[in-house]
């Protein structure tokens, strides 16, 4: 039997927050949490709520804030495939759980399942099915997902394009350099040293107005395993760039699977198909976008 380690378990293991907000995201962490309180307001609520591809329990934990925020009691829980680390404990988070084979105990149904960039990440033939039978009648699904045209699909495409690139001059450049500083100190580098540094040097300019290239802090991460080399701190150079290298690799595993999970959609009619194919009725699908932040996908919403 095949098993594949799934990439987003060391991410969530680390105990990030979402996959989608980073520290400098503080107006989209905004008009995210804006969106999920708005599609409530809208919603006939109908319990218990399911966020399906929860990573470590963001939109959970903004439906409780909701809930209190509201005065509405909700009994919300989520669920992922992966392995997960959330930061609050007391969310009711489930990992290891793919949605395609999700019950709730007792043959219990689901009256909402939501999912902020989590349902395209799964078996959307197989997994469809299985939400429209643990649904109650009635129940409803409510999905962001990823699109061609969003912030984020744009964004990871292009660092992953960018990656390959990145890796050859860590190896190529990077790696020899560091070499040479811990054989030979910064004042005494060989004519191959230095034609090292000259190609690492072209390769930081050609891209220094990249905002893909900044996005991996190829700069800073590359800057910190030579000054470390130049000083003699060999293990402390080899931890970095090793580190650095391992965290671009990761990157690119979930960046794949991003990229698949947009492939699978199809387009939206696609979606919108495939959904119907199901058993989902009242199918709408309309794009998200936030002033000032661009288009974050497409809402799918829908009803048994």
């Given amino acids: ?13 680390r105990g990030a927050k979402a996959s989608f907000l980073d520290e400098k995201s503080r107006l989209q962490a905004y008009q995210m949490r804006k969106f999920w309180f708005e599609r409530f307001d809208e919603a006939d609520i109908k319990q218990p709520v399911v966020d399906i591809g929860t990573g470590n329990g963001a939109v959970v934990q903004w439906l409780t804030e909701y809930s209190e925020e509201k ?15 959330p930061p609050n404990k007391a969310l009711k988070l ?3 759980t793919p949605y395609e084979t999700f019950k709730l105990p007792s043959n ?13 990440y799964g078996d959307m033939a197989d997994g469809l099915k299985n939400l429209h039978t643990q649904l109650k009648r009635g129940g409803v699904l409510i999905a962001l997902v990823h699109s061609e045209s969003s912030v984020i699909y744009k964004k990871s495409q292009a660092i992953y394009d960018l990656i390959p690139s ?9 790696a020899p350099l560091q070499d040479a500083l811990l054989k030979h100190g910064p004042n005494n580098l060989p004519r191959s040293a230095l034609q090292a540094q000259q ?3 072209q390769f930081a300019r050609k891209h220094e107005r990249n905002p893909a290239f900044h996005a991996m802090n190829f700069v800073p991460a590359t800057k910190h395993v030579l000054q470390a080399a130049a000083k003699g701190n060999e293990v402390e150079s080899r931890q970095v760039y090793a580190g650095y290298l391992n965290s671009i690799n990761s990157n690119k595993a979930r960046t794949q699977t991003l990229l698949k999970a947009v492939e699978q959609l199809e387009g939206m009619e696609e979606a919108k198909k495939q959904l119907e194919s199901a058993g ?3 199918v709408v699908i309309q794009e998200v976008e936030f002033p000032e932040s661009g288009i974050f996908g497409q809402c799918i919403q829908a009803s048994k």
């Fill in 1 to 13: 039997m095949k098993t594949t380690k799934n990439p987003w378990t060391e991410y969530w293991q």
């Fill in 71 to 85: 005065g509405k009691k909700l009994d919300v829980q989520g669920i992922d495939s992966a392995e997960i680390n």
């Fill in 94 to 96: 489930s990992g290891n």
């Fill in 108 to 120: 219990k149904k689901v009256g909402m399942f939501v999912s902020h960039y989590g349902l395209e």
């Fill in 166 to 174: 990145a890796v050859k001059h860590l190896k190529k450049s990077v």
């Fill in 199 to 201: 190609a690492l040097n």
């Fill in 280 to 282: 989902f009725k009242n």
